[in-house]
């Protein structure tokens, strides 16, 4: 039986070096795959004026699932300045080439789990109200709308006066600001079709009922953006009734929400949200379990079978610079265990989510975060294991 091919998208920083040691950690879990390397990232934008060229999508486009380590990105200004002269003044634009993907092979159904490890130290706890403290177990898979909403793109500055005219025609933007000069002025739009918020939504319930969870919880907030989180809203209502009536509807509002993930986090199970408030709440509840060195995440298109699996931390390229390496891997290697088990390879995914879970537990091998350090390069003579310290521990409980 021949090898998968599986896109490699090492992008910048720290990227690169959690990249490699997932693919370290899966090749000892004994998934067997040829790994291509795609090019991306904030060098390609300064050096080619596009941060996702073309033989990167046909890559993709031709093997279907893609590692992603992370990319670096920079505001509009400060992003023409990097690029290279002779690309300077031609009316370049940084785009986010994670949102080019998404929007390019539209994947539109994000899943970020997150759960508690044992005895890993960032554990959210509280208080119990009799003097003890208690630590909640977290189990949260947040599902966001990938592709629509606030991170759509479309957007002006100084909008062209077809589009002002367009937005004149609403009476409280008429009332609110049509005395506002237009070249004062920037609009964003936040997008939801009824085709992208069902996909979403039965996503969430689909897997409440695969997994057993006993409820799906809205976050959003309708009682103000009453179009579009009122639409979300109305038609999981129209959805759980009809086809899911044994798993409980739940509605927040993400400011609300932000509140109780700290107040009574085992409440929740599977959430559901748009774009910007599924990545808000999904950091909010990755915080709970120890932050973005836990925090992984897939992208994918079930229609196609594209799937695109990274970690939610950034670039850190200062971190990128040490001679150790000192950035937790498990968020990789988190994400490398849904690439498996979206290509079919449960138990291998089960295997090396059970390996962490064993070096976490046992405590011998934490890293910086994980001792509550600040991340610097002597961390490591100070007894903070390195990244490759710390895959090498998951490795050998793999044996």
């Keep these: 039986m021949a090898k998968r ?26 998934f ?16 080619e004026g596009n941060p996702l060229p073309q033989r990167t999508i046909d890559l993709i486009d031709k093997h279907k699932v893609a590692l992603f380590g992370a990319i670096t990105s920079k505001p509009k200004d400060a992003a023409a300045q990097e690029l290279a002269p002779e690309l300077q003044n031609q009316g370049l634009v940084y785009s986010s080439p994670i949102v080019g993907l998404r929007q390019l092979f539209n994947l539109d159904i994000c899943q970020r789990p997150c759960k508690t490890y044992k005895g890993n130290p960032l554990n959210f706890i509280r208080r119990d109200g009799k003097g003890g403290i208690e630590e909640p177990e977290v189990d949260v898979v947040v599902f966001r709308q990938n592709t629509e909403g606030l991170y759509g793109g479309v957007e002006w500055s100084n909008p062209d006066q077809q ?3 367009a937005l004149m025609t609403h009476p409280k933007f008429n009332k609110n600001f049509g005395k506002v000069p237009k070249g004062e002025i920037s609009v964003s739009t936040r997008i939801f079709t009824k085709k992208g918020t069902e996909r979403i939504l039965r996503a969430a319930f ?7 969870y006993e409820s799906v919880t809205l976050c959003e907030k309708p009682n103000v953006i009453r179009e579009t989180s009122g639409m979300m809203f109305a038609m999981a209502k129209e959805i759980q009734e009809k086809d899911y009536p044994n798993i409980y509807l739940n509605n927040t509002n993400i400011d609300a929400q932000m509140m109780w993930m700290t107040k009574n986090p085992e409440n929740y199970g599977v959430i559901v949200s748009g774009n910007m408030f599924g990545d808000i709440v999904s ?19 079930p229609d196609t079978g594209v799937g695109v699996f990274e970690p939610t931390h950034g ?27 979206h290509v079919g390879e449960y138990d291998k995914a089960t295997k090396v989510r059970n390996a962490v879970a064993d070096v976490i537990s046992e405590g011998k091998d934490r890293t910086y975060d994980m001792m509550k350090m600040k991340g610097s390069p002597d961390v490591v003579k100070q007894g903070a294991a390195s990244t490759y310290q710390m895959t090498d521990a998951v490795i050998e409980k793999l044996k």
């Design 5 to 30: 091919t599986i896109v490699k998208l090492p992008g910048d920083g720290i990227g690169r070096i959690v990249l490699e040691e997932a693919i370290r950690v899966l090749e000892a879990a004994g």
């Design 206 to 212: 689909e897997h409440a009922r695969k997994f057993g």
């Design 163 to 165: 589009v002002y005219d």
């Design 283 to 301: 950091d909010g509840f990755a915080g709970l379990i120890g932050g973005l060195g836990f925090a992984c995440s897939a992208q994918a298109n």
């Design 315 to 341: 670039s850190a390229p200062k971190y990128a610079e040490f001679d150790t390496p000192i950035t937790n891997p498990i968020a990789m290697i988190s994400s490398a265990c849904m690439m498996l088990e």
């Design 32 to 47: 067997e795959a040829d790994y291509v390397e795609g090019d991306i990232g904030w060098e390609f934008w300064k050096k």
